[in-house]
T-cell receptor, first 111, second 113 residues
Framework: GQSLEQPSEVTAVEGAIVQINCTYQTSGFYGLSWYQQHDGGAPTFLSYNGLDGLEETGRFSSFLSRSDSYGYLLLQELQMKDSASYFCAPRGRGQGGKLIFGQGTELSVKP | SAVISQKPSRDICQRGTSLTIQCQVDSQVTMMFWYRQQPGQSLTLIATANQGSEATYESGFVIDKFPISRPNLTFSTLTVSNMSPEDSSIYLC??????????FGQGTRLTVV
């Protein structure tokens, strides 16, 4: 089976740093993806962790610990445009591009 | 990367009718995926569409309600049949490139009245 947990809402101010956690239970776990979705838009890919550790892409970083079945997305130097929903999506081995999304974290960035 | 054209972008339909959503990709892909996103909710995978074989449906979704076609490696359709207001959702198609990144169409916002 599979379960996913991430916070439903996070609020932060411009310029701050925010961390969105994701815990998962996925049979045949292969890696963890993160997607951003603005209201009314399509999800867009942010990051993927296939190995333990930190992946950095500009202001966004993502971390994975397989032993803890845990990952997080770190957003630095927050901007108003970062207000969106963020989804973690574990990948199962042999599942190809099939994604099972968490419930999403709605990030609100305040001035 | 991949560019996905999905249409219609939105529609308002009468209950009991059917709507077919089209998804066109700018490159050949083995699998295409169809998701549903109900208002305020996350994305739920409906089915995986493979060219040359029947689609594989996730638990809770059946072919009679959501028939899928995949006539070639760049195109797929999803039909929402015998619609009811509970089918009001955003429907998205998706493909994966590079084994890690999924690309999504802009979605079809369906309202059933």
């Amino acid at each position: 089976g599979q379960s996913l947990e991430q916070p439903s809402e996070v609020t932060a101010v411009e310029g701050a740093i925010v961390q969105i956690n994701c815990t998962y239970q996925t049979s045949g776990f292969y890696g963890l993806s993160w997607y951003q979705q603005h209201d009314g838009g399509a999800p867009t890919f942010l990051s993927y962790n296939g190995l333990d550790g930190l992946e950095e892409t500009g202001r966004f970083s993502s971390f994975l610990s397989r032993s803890d079945s845990y990952g997080y997305l770190l957003l630095q130097e927050l901007q108003m445009k970062d207000s969106a929903s963020y989804f973690c999506a574990p990948r199962g081995r042999g599942q190809g591009g099939k994604l099972i999304f968490g419930q999403g974290t709605e990030l609100s960035v305040k001035p | 990367s991949a560019v996905i054209s999905q249409k219609p972008s939105r529609d308002i339909c009468q209950r009991g009718t059917s709507l077919t959503i089209q998804c066109q990709v700018d490159s050949q892909v083995t699998m295409m995926f169809w998701y549903r996103q109900q208002p305020g909710q996350s994305l739920t995978l409906i089915a995986t569409a493979n060219q040359g074989s029947e689609a594989t449906y996730e638990s809770g979704f059946v072919i009679d309600k959501f028939p899928i076609s995949r006539p070639n490696l760049t195109f797929s359709t999803l039909t929402v049949s015998n619609m009811s207001p509970e089918d009001s959702s955003i429907y998205l198609c998706s493909v994966e490139m590079g084994n890690t990144e999924a690309f999504f169409g802009q979605g079809t916002r369906l309202t059933v009245v």
